[in-house]
């Protein structure tokens, strides 16, 4: 059997949207920026994607910026910002996926600006008084990035309370929702944002496609210099086809969210209690087991296994057709491991075994089954 719990990393592209792209490869390989019946086309392709996503979030079209994902629609907000908006300091936390952390490394080398990262708990909540302190520390412009959903504790962020925070201390704020969009509803138009990152491999679009949400006004100027596409934000022919599989994407996940969560979470919480009754003292990292506090589409365990047996347990799950994601924090010596549960493990936590299962709709009851009797097995073998 093979079992893809994986769905953070990526997810499987929806049938009906596989379909529509070769259709769009097919029929519509114009330049959009031709002016002849072809470019006009395709253009007219991705404009109506544009304010198809756009009408899905509540936003306006001419603030959705296709982009070639998460980590491009990360690194042009934080650039940009910097570059065109005069903002001195970011505020960030530890647990941000590399797309910000190493873009902010980057940003403070280069650009000398002030990187300040926020306290965490135990779980990786965001303190929210360092957040307010942190705000009202100097008077320099500052944005305050923070993702909605962790890609690998799954800890979801309240961008209401975080977004007013920031606009009644006069700072900007981004949030990298490249694993919330899809899986949650956005309303941009009230929601205390100035951008927002993307990325339609997430919710079973294409890969190399995403969006940022910039909102009107925000004064961004180009991020990739080049043609006049979107807007001379962000230059280079579009990919329509994948911008026409994004929408449609987006738009499917949207359709299906409420019957797909309940649906998720079912598989979730089953998953929960098995490991429960074959690791009576599993530990879950982060908000991962709790469902008003993480996404349901992920739960990060750190099992008790002895350090021996550990070593397999990768390799035991892989040999047996499981993918799931190694999550671990740095073994002693080793410089490889994982940011985020090194940040908030303790050290007896941090000789456990962590691993992240991520599901999707495209899973079932059976597999989860299979897993748990995988690594009953394993322990018990
Ligand atoms: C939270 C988060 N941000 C950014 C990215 C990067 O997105 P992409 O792979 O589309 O560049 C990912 C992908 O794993 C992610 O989970």
Known sequence: MNVYFDNAATTPLRKEVIKTISRVMEECFGNPSSTHSFGRTAKTYIETARKGIASLLNALPQEIIFTSGGTESDNMILSCAVKDLNVKTIISSPIEHHAVIHALDALKKNQKINVRYLKLDAQGNIDLNDLEESLKIDNSKKLVSLMHVNNEIGNILNLHEVGNLCHNNNALFHTDAVQGVGHYLFDLKNLPVDFLSSASHKYHGPKGIGFSFVRKNSGL?????????????????????????????????????????????????????????????????????????????????????????????????????????????CQSGSSQGSHVLNHIQNQKIKKMSSLRFSFSSFNNIDEVDYVLETLKEFVTQ
Request: hydrophobic content about 40%; proline content about 3%; overall charge neutral.
């Open 221 to 329: 100027e180009p991020f990739i210099y080049g043609g006049a596409q979107e807007r001379g934000l962000r230059a280079g022919t579009e990919s329509v086809h994948n911008i026409v599989g994004m929408h449609e994407a987006l738009d499917i996940s949207h359709k299906k969210l409420e019957v797909e969560k309940k649906q998720i979470l079912f598989l979730k919480n089953h998953f929960i209690k098995g490991l429960i009754e074959i690791f009576p003292n599993v530990h879950f990292n982060g908000n991962s087991s709790e469902n008003n506090l993480s996404t349901y589409t992920l739960l990060n365990v750190a099992l008790p296994i002895d350090e021996k047996k550990a070593s397999l347990l990768d390799f035991h799950l892989d040999l047996k057709g499981i993918a799931c994601s190694k999550g671990s924090a």
